[in-house]
């Protein structure tokens, strides 16, 4: 292109600046600090929230975190790669239909889905009104467990995982298979040896596009939970809303470490951010 | 005086293959010996890619046999036949440097095998065999890699090579796992003149030494011609000709070979009787052929068969209409009253100039006319 | 004719699998069709609660289209309704604009910079929500000195803008490595200045990577929740901060469910739509 059109890149730079590093900078002073929200007229400095990290409740709601969004993480990568693969494999003469059926859902409202979901959850529900109005009885409670977060986290994050694996198994050369059959490999050893290692940019991506959502998420948990779950994102919630900004931008900066770290994953393996979508 | 049985490794028995509403391979029959270096040779669509495919494995037949070595393999999957392909491009696993790429196909074969195929004595202990397997591993890909000329290069990452060392690394991959046959689809085809022309040369030698059949696919009849034993010439699915590139080159059997094999002349004339023809109004002695009294022909001669003599002599006149130097020689057109000739000559001839020809009757081919082209 | 022996797998040393393998296969679809259904269950749940005549989540009533007519008669929705369309509609069409162009700057640098800038371009992807929305809201605030009302419509279209950019780019980038590279040069060769050869040739080139860089942006937009509940201010709700707010004090209305099946159900049909377009453009070109 044009060395002339780098200038229509510059303003964006400094856009992100200012609002992604910027605000960086701005909650680790705050950590470090006592305000009235963002008033500094009474602040100084002071390592008061550090000790609240160290209490039982914001250590429960960090492991929780990442405990759930590990096990999120992990069902979503095998139900996730299954699909993608047979996607992958399939003959359907278009895809993209096939793909977009994956991404319909994420069209409606997070928020409606999950207390969609949340109701499934009880007892009693729409669904089992009616299978009994057909003389079905069934019906499970399960709203307010663990569990029905993590089902919760796996149904709707599950797309995250499929179209990046998706993505990278079709950028697979066939003739690759090919040669791995040619030399000896059975089907099961070709995907093994051959399919799955040239995946794992994909394998990669979806699972930080899993995994982030699900520990810093608050929705999901305080829906399906019943507020009985509390996960890091919804300590942050509370924080800001009581107007304790300190401690929240606290928290703020270590769920940052865990997206720095995703960065640097995603840097080196998939550098132009081809199974980012 | 004994002639030596060549044995046959695999034969195409009535193959039939069809995509979509296309006959892509018609009923092809074909015999192919063991040790030899054979060719199939013709345009994009011919159906010889397709035909190797099928021989890999890769591609299903609709109908026939291919057997080999006395069994039928039509449903054997590739990992199961005894081939190795070269891939027209290629296709080295990019997560695995040069050395990974060679031992791939040994690594992945389970003891029983590598057993049978390094001829370990089948008595010896687990932790005995393992060793030995890992040690004679290594030393074939080394042994591979320095029958390609790529010793060294096994650290090497794939991202790392160039296009004509991929090329060998790719042989290379396939050979180390001693298959009875190899498939080669056009794998000289992305490699500069050069360098392709080098290959051509180091693949016949490869050949010979292996001693294995290397079964060829190409477009280009000058490669047939450097590297293989037999040319198959294609064309839509069916065999057009098969034989030695001389036989071939100087006996071909219709219009569709003797264009594409080579430059040639191609003239419509009778044959007379015995030993004679007669084209452009004029008489010639033959020899070789049987045809009927008076049965039209089409006459072949190739540009350098034509003598330049002097007009006195000549038996046809041209004049030069157009005349490129080749570095070897020049290429002349004649008009010989209508009909163009194509001529290669040592010396220079200017264009205007008339010329004389000759031509011995050992270089007049006749060919049936075939009313169908 | 001689009658050879077929050949077998055993006797190369390979263990035939063939009737697992097709019983993998059928089990498979199963699987497959299941994991899709989950996906699906709770819009599917959605859309029977909008046809239920009554208002209880536990029990089915009859079946009624009179949430969908009532859609608009609660004042709080139709407004968290319009103030939706309005911020989507608008950072939708800012982001396409400006990442197509901004795409193109990137695009123009030498791939080290290019991955540099990518990877700062990352970070609202893969930003958490909450982090996102704390962090414009903290820069924000600090303007509120100058803008004592900031917050609102404004901070709303900014922060959707933020963060619908990078997915823009992201879309329209591999595009323009997929043109041609001779192309800017062929225009410029040809006596047409820079800015209008972008317009006129590059960008009709990308065409599919803004569309669907545009639908992506539109999607995020429009389901974003924790992101404007941070940045938003004033009462100026949007589809999702009002569920939410419905949801915490036990109002919700059917004619919400309404809605999110009738947006379902029209995204579905633009995209069989684009589909459509797209196939009959392939068959002409």
């Known amino acids: ?277 | 005086m004994q002639i030596v049985e060549k044995k046959v490794i695999i034969e195409l028995s009535h193959i039939t293959k069809q995509f979509d509403d296309e006959i892509v391979v018609n009923d092809l029959n074909l015999k192919i010996y063991e040790n030899e270096f054979i060719t199939l040779l013709g345009p994009s669509g011919c159906g010889k890619t397709t035909t190797l495919r099928m021989i890999g494995g890769f591609e299903k037949a609709n109908s026939g046999k291919i057997i080999i070595n006395g069994k039928i393999i039509n449903d054997l999957p590739p990992y199961a036949r005894p081939i190795n392909t070269v891939f027209q491009r290629y296709a080295l696993f990019p997560h695995l440097n040069v050395y990974e790429n060679v031992a791939f196909g040994l690594k992945n074969r389970n003891d029983i095998y590598l057993k049978n195929f390094f001829q370990i004595d089948p008595t010896f202990e687990k932790k005995i065999y393992v060793d030995i397997i890992k040690r004679k591993i290594d030393e074939a890909v080394v042994e591979a890699l320095k029958l390609v000329k790529l010793t060294g290069f096994e650290q090497r990452k794939i991202t790392q090579i160039s296009g004509g060392q991929a090329q060998r690394v790719a042989l290379a991959r396939a050979i180390v796992n001693r298959p009875q046959i190899l498939l080669l689809d056009e794998p000289l085809a992305a490699l500069d003149l050069k360098l392709r022309q080098n290959m051509q040369y180091e693949l016949k030698e490869m050949q010979k030494k292996l001693g294995i059949t290397f079964i060829f696919v190409t477009h280009d009849q000058e490669e047939a011609m450097t590297m293989s034993d037999r040319i198959v010439v294609m064309k839509d699915g069916i065999i057009q000709q098969m034989g030695t590139p001389k036989h071939i080159y100087n006996e071909p059997v219709n219009r569709y070979v003797a264009n594409f094999i080579g430059e040639s002349n191609i003239i419509p004339g009778v044959y007379l009787r015995k030993d004679l023809v007669s084209f452009m109004g004029v008489n010639f002695d033959c020899t070789g052929y049987t045809f009927g009294n008076n049965e039209p022909v089409d006459v072949v001669i190739r540009p350098e068969d034509f003598d330049v003599v002097e007009l006195s002599e000549a038996k046809l006149i041209g004049k030069v209409t157009s005349s490129i130097f080749k570095g070897v020689h020049n290429e002349l057109t004649l008009d010989a009253e209508g009909v163009e000739l194509f001529v290669n000559t040592y010396e220079n001839y200017e264009v205007g100039e008339p010329i004389g020809l000759k031509v011995d009757p050992y270089e007049i081919h006749l060919m049936k006319v075939q009313t169908d082209e | 004719m001689t009658d050879y022996p077929i050949a077998t797998l055993a006797e190369y040393g390979y263990k035939d699998y063939r009737f697992f393998r097709k019983l993998y296969k059928i089990f498979s679809v199963f699987a497959v069709m299941l994991i899709v259904l989950m996906l699906y269950i709770s819009i599917i749940v959605l859309a029977i609660q909008s046809v239920n005549s009554s208002v209880s989540v536990t029990s089915f009533g009859t079946f009624t289209l009179k949430w969908y007519a009532e859609m608009f008669n609660v004042r709080s929705l139709a407004n968290a309704i319009k103030n939706t369309i309005i911020v989507s509609l608008v950072a939708t069409a800012l982001a396409t604009v400006l990442g197509t162009l901004i795409a193109v700057g990137i695009y123009s640098y030498a791939k080290k910079t290019r991955q540099k800038i990518m990877l700062l371009n990352n970070i609202p992807l893969l930003n958490a929500d909450i982090v996102t929305g704390v962090s414009l809201m903290l820069v924000f605030s600090l303007l509120l000195p100058i803008f004592p009302y900031i917050f609102g419509p404004a901070t709303l279209i900014m922060a959707h803008l933020f963060f619908t950019l990078p997915y823009v780019i992201l879309s329209v980038l591999p595009k323009l490595k997929e043109t041609d590279p001779n192309l800017m040069d062929a225009a410029l060769d040809l006596g047409v200045k820079p800015y209008k050869a972008l317009i006129k040739i590059i960008v009709p080139a990308i065409m599919a990577g803004i569309f669907s860089g545009m639908l992506l942006a539109f999607t995020m937009s429009v389901d974003d929740f924790v992101i404007s509940y941070f940045t938003t201010g004033n009462g100026f709700d949007n589809l999702s901060i009002w569920v939410y707010g419905s949801i915490g004090r036990r109002s919700l209305t059917p004619s919400v469910y309404a809605f999110s099946t009738l947006l379902t159900l029209m995204t579905l049909a633009i995209m069989m739509v684009y589909q459509f377009l797209m196939k009959r453009g392939k068959k002409h070109a």
Do not use: C
Not at chain 1, 30 to 58: C, N, P
Not at chain 1, 119 to 130: A, K, R, S, V
Not at chain 1, 186 to 203: A, D
């Open chain 1, 1 to 277: 292109m044009n060395k002339e059109f780098k200038l229509l890149a510059k303003p964006y730079i400094a856009w992100l600046f200012v609002l992604a590093i910027l605000p960086i900078f701005v909650m680790l002073l705050l950590s470090f600090m006592f305000s009235e929200g963002l008033s500094f007229g009474e602040s100084y400095f002071t390592f008061d929230q550090f000790a609240l990290l160290g209490e039982d409740s914001t250590l429960t709601a960090f492991s929780n975190s990442i405990l759930y969004a590990s096990l999120t993480a992990i069902i979503s990568l095998v139900l996730g790669y299954f699909v993608a693969y047979n996607v992958y494999k399939s003959k359907f003469k278009n895809k993209f239909i096939v793909l977009t059926i994956f991404i319909l859902p994420m069209w409606s409202n997070l928020l409606l889905r999950t207390e969609a979901l949340g109701n499934l959850m009880e007892h009693n529900n729409i669904i089992t009104d009616l299978l009994l109005q057909m003389g079905i009885g069934i019906s499970i409670g399960i709203k307010g467990t663990p569990l029905a977060v993590i089902i919760g986290l796996v149904f709707t994050y599950l797309p995250f995982m499929i179209l990046p694996i998706y993505t990278a198994l079709e950028k697979i050369d066939y003739s690759l298979e090919e040669a791995a059959l040619d030399l000896g490999l059975t089907n099961m050893q070709k995907f093994w040896k051959v399919i799955f290692p040239l995946s794992l940019k994909g394998v990669a991506t979806g699972s930080i596009m899993v995994f982030l959502p699900s520990m810093s998420g608050f929705a999901i948990p305080e829906i399906l939970g019943a507020g009985n779950i509390l996960l890091i994102g919804n300590v942050i919630e509370q924080s800001f809303r009581n107007m304790d900004y300190n401690f929240g931008a606290l928290l703020s900066i270590f769920i940052l470490l865990f997206i720095m770290g995703a960065l640097y994953i995603v840097s080196k393996v998939d550098k132009e951010g081809e199974t980012l979508l």
